[in-house]
């Protein structure tokens, strides 16, 4: 099926930017001050900074797209069966950010439900305010970084690969099981609290992959634009394309490689019997 109009995706992407900006601005005012954090029915912590930088983007997509929908983390659902839904993550990472740790990003898709197949994230960001660096791909267009290309690297075999996570206490014993296969394959393995910057890195050609489980829809819906859009490919660990419902469905098991051929191992890997 035809694409949307260039004017509509130029206007999606500047207001991308803007969402990044007016966020970026929001958290960093909150960063490495003294904060108040409050626990989320999950246990999961939350401050006023993820509230107010939410807060101040769907008032922000409301006033320039008010018919799209929005979902986000910490005020929920607005016409979630709208066509164009935006999905808001103000701050993925809150326990770096309440830790002074500079890694937490934020995280703006863009979702078409019209597309085959139920929908598909159409625009993604990847925003990390504190070191300056911000990820945009989706909308027809190649994944950047900082506006200048970023583009995954080679690696044929998966045993010459880096895996990144931010650490296996989201894992269940199945998923253990899985990721030890994988584990023992790869050449280095790196835990250490990236949460969403790991994405950025195999975007950018830095690392090779990211391999996580318990991701929420805001949580993943981001980064498939952009690392598609940068040449690697996202799946779930089965290898199936990330859907609304992947929590649900494959339990937010997110997979992510530069290279189409680690992928394929990587995914026989984590399915063998």
Request: glycine content about 10%.
């Amino acid at each position: 099926m035809p694409g949307p109009a260039k004017g509509f995706a130029q206007s999606c992407i500047a207001l991308a930017h803007e969402l990044a900006d007016l966020s970026g601005k929001i958290t960093l005012a909150h960063f490495r001050t003294p904060l108040t954090v409050d626990a989320k029915a999950d246990a999961s912590p939350v401050t006023i900074a993820d509230r107010d930088a939410e807060s101040a983007m769907r008032e922000r997509i409301a006033r320039a797209f008010p018919d799209h929908g929005i979902v986000g983390e910490e005020h929920g659902a607005d016409k979630p069966g709208a066509e164009w839904v935006w999905i808001l993550d103000p701050i993925d990472g809150t326990k770096s950010f309440i830790n002074g740790v500079p890694l937490f990003g934020t995280l703006i898709a863009l979702w078409h439900q019209s597309s085959p197949g139920g929908g598909a994230p159409w625009l993604g960001c990847i925003n990390h305010p504190a070191l300056k660096e911000r990820w945009i791909g989706g909308a027809g267009d190649a994944t950047t970084l900082n506006g200048k290309p970023a583009r995954a690297r080679a690696c044929a075999q998966v045993e010459e690969a880096t895996l990144y996570l931010t650490g296996p206490e989201h894992f269940n014993d199945m998923d253990r099981a899985s990721f030890a296969r994988l584990e023992k394959r790869v050449r280095h393995r790196r835990f250490g609290g990236t949460d969403c910057y790991h994405y950025g890195m195999v975007a950018s050609g830095w690392t090779d992959m990211a391999c996580e489980a318990d991701l929420k829809l805001h949580d993943y819906a981001a980064i498939v634009p952009v690392l598609e859009g940068a040449g690697a490919v996202v799946t779930d660990w089965s290898g199936a394309a990330l859907t609304l419902d992947s929590y649900k469905r494959a339990g937010g098991r997110v997979l992510a490689c530069g290279d189409k051929r680690v992928h394929a191992q990587a995914v026989a890997t984590l399915t063998a019997a």
